[in-house]
């Protein structure tokens, strides 16, 4: 059993240094990248403040059109040992109905925010990145559409803390340097 344990443990560094031959080995031993990639931070207790389980009041406003007025629900939660923030939520507006997952964490090393979104609208996910903007109290991302010939825009999310039961996520599109407002959701806290 030890012989394999050795074994193992002789693959495993042989691997790993016929992989990394164009790194220099002083990148390996820079603790303070390591604490970077690894540590939680106050970057990552920002997150906290937009758990929890939320009632929503939404605006849509698609190309110009006249808004919808809608209502929601979303369960966010702060997952993978407190990482990264999970937002599921779930929009009817009319007949109609959207489901969406976002996935927010803090990338220590690009210190950036990351974020990632899901919904049943579409098969692509939209990402982006993002900082924490202190005096607003809110992040801001901004990214591409991945596909151009679907939507040649930009677009910007913020999601804003306005107090401990409530906080406003907005969805900007950003066509030739003017920011249009397309998505504006009101996030009331419901009691635990």
Request: glycine residues 4%; negative net charge.
């Amino acid at each position: 059993m030890i012989n394999k344990i050795i074994i193992f443990f002789i693959l495993i560094f042989t691997i790993t240094l016929t992989a990394s031959k164009d790194l220099k080995f002083d990148d390996y031993n820079d603790l303070r990248y390591a604490a970077k990639a690894i540590q939680t931070t106050h970057y990552h207790d920002i997150l906290k403040a937009f758990s929890g389980n939320f009632r929503q009041i939404f605006f849509f406003t698609p190309d110009d059109a006249k808004s919808e007025k809608g209502t929601g629900s979303s369960i966010n939660k702060i997952v993978l040992d407190e990482r990264y923030l999970e937002i599921n939520s779930f929009l009817v507006f009319g007949a109609d109905t959207a489901k969406r997952k976002i996935i927010i964490g803090y990338d220590g090393v690009k210190e950036k925010y990351d974020l990632i979104q899901y919904s049943n609208i579409e098969t692509y996910s939209i990402r982006a990145n993002g900082k924490f903007v202190a005096e607003e109290k809110s992040l801001v991302f901004e990214g591409s559409y991945p596909y151009k010939e679907i939507n040649p825009d930009d677009f910007k999310i913020i999601l804003r803390y306005d107090d401990d039961n409530e906080f406003t996520f907005q969805h900007y599109e950003i066509s030739n340097g003017n920011e249009i407002k397309i998505l504006e959701i009101k996030n009331f806290k419901l009691a635990d």
